[in-house]
């Protein structure tokens, strides 16, 4: 049983409360910390809580709190940070981890000198479908991974703060594609080193200073892309879906607008269907149950079960630094327009990993290029001659 | 916290197992039971499980036990209940309640006479999807509910007893339609009364004496129908779909083959995919989460919240009862080719509900048959005249 | 290159035209009838066709005229074939032949004893999916079939005269059921004979005399099932979906809502999307082209290839009566709740055919029930033993 | 009706003989030409051709002759094109037009100074879901068009000849980076002028010299962005996705895979199920109708109705020369990791678009950056100071 400190009371706050007091059915948010006085009393009174205030280190300093969940706008994760480390606080942190890799990289130093539990709230790598996915990956289901696409776009974020650069640190390539960046990192191998980044980036639509729009490609050690696709522009919900490719299969899943759930409704009923839906009559398509569907209850039992058993969680405040280093990289490719290096200072995967070869062989003299049964019924080998390099078609 | 003592061990015991010692994650298995010696010590090893016997009431009378799960094949149902009352357990039981009413109604009794807490462990009407549609229903985004069909077919059970007639007490009716049955009965509204069945069955692939394949429509004194369709012989993994059509709109779930997770392997890696699928390569539709998909989670939430809160489960002994009732016309009328009554000695809902009204009034004279705006672009009514009867068209 | 006559100029004589003018790209439409001089005079500016008249017989006895093309009420159907029989023209004719099996046999009769070319416009059998499915089904994909699922629901009928007892025969049954008929028939085998039928049916919501909902099971000599789902007072559009099973696999296939086209818009275009959308903004499921998706352009091509050949077309008036034959079984079945026997005067396939088998041989002592792979990875096999009945496992 | 001369005899040269003697019903094929003597004379049989021949100028320069369609690898293309000019022969051609734009712009030239009809081959663009949705765009159901992106990959073509680099004068980009390409265009509108391209591509499995995976973005000049991805090295079939998002909505179309067709089978039928499908047995997605669906036949009604009408097509040697300049530069841009300019020495679209304005007025000091009805039932809008530039929340 965890005591929690929960720090901000808004959307994703009440999310994570009622996974945290939900899903293990016996943690309990002790003390709740809002910028707002009436925030936090209707906090404190909707979800049972105790102890409210407006003084962030009152709720994080509260000796009945074991851990302190931070789900504040990103320009406050460091001050939020810092309290927790000077009262040895164990930590978890909704994403991205800073503004920036140079936030984040003081952010994941000073958890590590404190020497306290620090979990990054990256609810998208927890998803049943992601865990049964990257198992199957892990198994060798789909051979060696070539490419990995994660698309996060809505219509926009429900608070202001979001939409203010300074406050924000960023558009959508921070606030969505820092969930995308970790799937791909995930999918290829979170030992694999990503390299370089290429981004385009706009804003479209909205009347903001930051992007509405992007696409990037992420480059690691061995080759393989991880693609990202960010937008608050879209219409139509919350649009959450992942690729990945081998050598031997895919894999596809749709988190959220298409998983086997479809309702027709002339709009008698006005209910919230879910999270960034944008009508309530037509055809809908609501998800079962959303908090495990994103991931939220898997996340929270690793963590604190994790910190039950004195062991890291699955992520952690250096995966929060690795995503805010490639997202600079990322921001600085959409202006610069080049293909711009990945500069981990710290880096604590595998080194040298060279591109995988790409020749199978088929006899002594050739390579086998393809395999197949034609149309019209035959069996057919595409092969290359290993000295002439000549292409040959082998009918047998 | 509760204790509980699981009789049986085999493979739905396992999934309860999971479940229980995984979703609240502050429960526990204190004993099992389980007519074989090596299988009740195999899954006490398993499930770290203090207490193993192959005497079913050691198991259930255990002094450490707060609630026991009644896992077995069906014709040990009753047994295992009579035990219980006597010892005064709370009780969850699997599905289907009895093997007929006649079983069914006594284990009722027994459990109201010994007043123990007693739960009818039907998990498909607890899937995320179904918890939130019958919300979506009762809240009248569908309107009025017309129909409601619940698919249940897969390739056969695992287990011997199941194509045993004798213990089994019936085929794929019983084993599948107890679902179905249980489904309709919620869409379409638990206080209405099922009135009539009418059932088509037959053994059109196995040799067995059971049914393999069944479709019935269940009739309720409004004016509703529910319907299943149950088979052994489907071929195609595990096909759970649910349909439900109202005066206002439809709800099509689909909680298995088509949930959004699409996979294609060239069948590199072996793994176990999901329940009941037929193949590990070519194109794979594994679900994210096993237990929460098929209801177990939210289901033993309910069970082990209720029993703490002393109040009843949504699911009870009275439920299961029912549900026998209605297959037992099923049964009836799959030799008859009659619709047979459904004979419910004990009814705890509305009567007399008589069939609702389908009269729209458009004016005075008309009743409105149709709304539309046409292929070329037309506002068209189609109305019938009160008094003559006559329907005409009516262009505004 | 065909002279067609158009006889009816209404919803269906407007996507009859459009398939007959557009797909073959030869043929002509050279004379249309209509009830209303203004309805055919429009129908011949639309089509640019030469003649147009309110004298039914002036359109078929039009000597410029290969073939008919009859898409009129379901009461005016005989009236127009006699014309047909008496000028020796070719016939084609919409869906159901006759408003019930004594109209759909004279019918019969009249064109065979003219020995006049006689085709019957079931399009739904020629959609490229089912084409596709079938030729699947006759190749042995999916071994011996069981049972065959055609639902066909939607808001009800474009035009005043479906709604009237008198003038259409019937209600969604007659309209929709016809299809689903055809469909089963024809996966099941056409050869095969349909024996008896249990249908419900109810009008639940529309102020009308027929049905405006119901289901029905047509079974055959062989112990295969054919089921149908029709409904005037579904909501989201059109819905057509098929389904078969059979003991080596199963086919589905949705030939409208669910095609691969997914379009979400906020409205601001307000096209026509679709036969019988509900909407024109939010999620829209638009087909890519109507007539092929439909069957219409299939359809029409084995016409008029047929009629070019001297051959039958798939579909003839024979077929038509068959089906009218089943549904007046359907009929009798909602009043008396009785399984009604087809009542076939006219009979053209197999009879005496016996229900298959079903006793697969395992070894000389046992039939096999099931082979499986368990969740935990072991080899089994389900069997019964053919002496003593008695059901065994074995682990492999 | 028109009389063919096929120059070429392969996969390609199949397919669109299968549409050419069946959709429009009146064409005919009048001679063949093929590099190998066995394939005219198959093809010949196969088709019905009288006349067959290894001298593509005899084929070409034919007197029945009016259409030639030239159905070879990359590398003849403007040999054939050179002949076609010479005898003054109506032209279509396959996609790429050139294995470069300098190619392609000869062959461009040459069409217009011997003033012959000159269609295009870009089957994708006319598939009946692609017309569809292009005609929803037009009409303003998306509203201003953003972005759009065109999936193209499978497990790698046919024929030797895509292999080999000379040949094919690249790899997946120029094989099916063309399609995608013109997707983009025609959604985004073919008048506005793409200005530049980034490129990934990598040769990540296959042993050749071409690159077997890219993925590319092409900017157009109103800040639209057209996204491909393409690849050899895919497993699972046919992968045909495209989608287009606007300000006012999307559209997701699937091709191939998904197309409301779903089958499973034990593999007891051995039929070919689709174009580039993997397996035949376990989950198959078929096509109804492969012909259509790919858009082979509305894009043959196209050019034979344009040709005969003395119209252009839709697609001419134009667009296939604009589609050649967007690849070059993507191979460009793949060794220099640039964005490379898009050089197009003929343009004849518009110039000087500028990019559209991303700023909606709310009232006279705000500009609306999104309105939203919350989670809790709010209706809230986020909005923008035009003066200060400071971001609020405004309930009302």
Known sequence: MQRIAMIGSGFIARFYADSLQGYRSKDK?????SRK???????????NVNHFTTNMEDAISNPEVDIVCI?????????AVILCCKHRKAIMI???????AAEAKRMLQAVEEANVFNGYLEDLVYTPKFIKAEKSIRSG?????????????HPGPHSDWFWDLEQAGGGCILDLGCHCVEIARSYIGKEIKPIEVMCWADTQVKPIDAEDHAIGLVKYENGAIGQFEVSWTFRGGLDLRDEVMGTEGTIWTNNFLRTGFEMFTTGKGGDYIAEKAESNSGWLFPVGDELNELGYNHMFMDMLDSLESGKQPK????????VN??????????????????KLDIWRGREGYTKDSHLVEYDAEHYLIKEEVTHYGEKKFILKNKASGKIIEKIV
Chains 1, 2, 3, 4 share one sequence.
């Open 315 to 322: 992520e952690t405040f250096y995966d929060g630094y690795v």
């Open 94 to 100: 909704t994403k991205p981890l800073g503004r920036n």
């Open 37 to 47: 006085d009436s925030s936090s009393k209707k906090f404190s009174e909707d979800y």
């Open 71 to 79: 789900a504040l706008p990103n320009n406050l994760h460091e001050e």
């Open 141 to 153: 289901a789909l051979g060696r991974i070539l490419w990995s696409k994660s698309r996060e776009t």
């Open 29 to 33: 948010i002790v003390s709740v910390y």
């Open 325 to 342: 280093v490639v997202l600079d990289a990322a921001y600085k490719s959409a202006k610069s327009k080049l293909w711009e290096p990945v």
